[in-house]
């Protein structure tokens, strides 16, 4: 059974930083390409980050300078280090996996930026 499982979302003041972590099982890990996107309310689900299995990163304009998509292999963990954090970067951020047929997502955990 797949399992994506969010971590390190919270409430901080513009201009903080938050990391989040994806912790995986049920996959090989090392074939995902690993992303992490966001839904604030009332608008689509958006794509923040990604990072392929060879480790190339690509950012939505938004967020580049600001975000770091990692992934270690080893702990089967992929991360988003997120700085300079902005009120519209509320939003929930979810975890996904993507490998041929294969397509997983997480729970999501809250991120809200806010004095």
């Known amino acids: 059974q797949v399992q994506l499982v969010e971590s390190g979302g919270g409430l901080v003041q513009p201009g903080g930083s938050l990391r989040l972590s994806c912790a995986a099982s049920?996959?090989?890990?090392?074939?995902?390409?690993m992303g992490w996107y966001r839904q604030a309310p009332g608008k689509q689900r958006e794509l923040v980050a990604t990072?392929?299995?060879?480790?190339?990163?690509n950012y939505v304009d938004s967020v580049k300078g600001r975000f770091t998509i990692s992934r270690d292999n080893a702990k089967n963990t992929v991360y988003l280090q997120m700085d300079s954090l902005k009120t519209e970067d509320t939003a929930v951020y979810y975890c996904?996996?993507?490998?041929?047929?294969?397509?997983?997502w997480g729970q999501g955990t809250q991120v809200t930026v806010s004095s």
């Open positions: 049920g996959i090989i890990f090392g074939r995902y390409a």
């Open positions: 996904n996996a993507k490998f041929r047929y294969g397509d997983y």
């Open positions: 990072i392929t299995s060879g480790g190339m990163t």
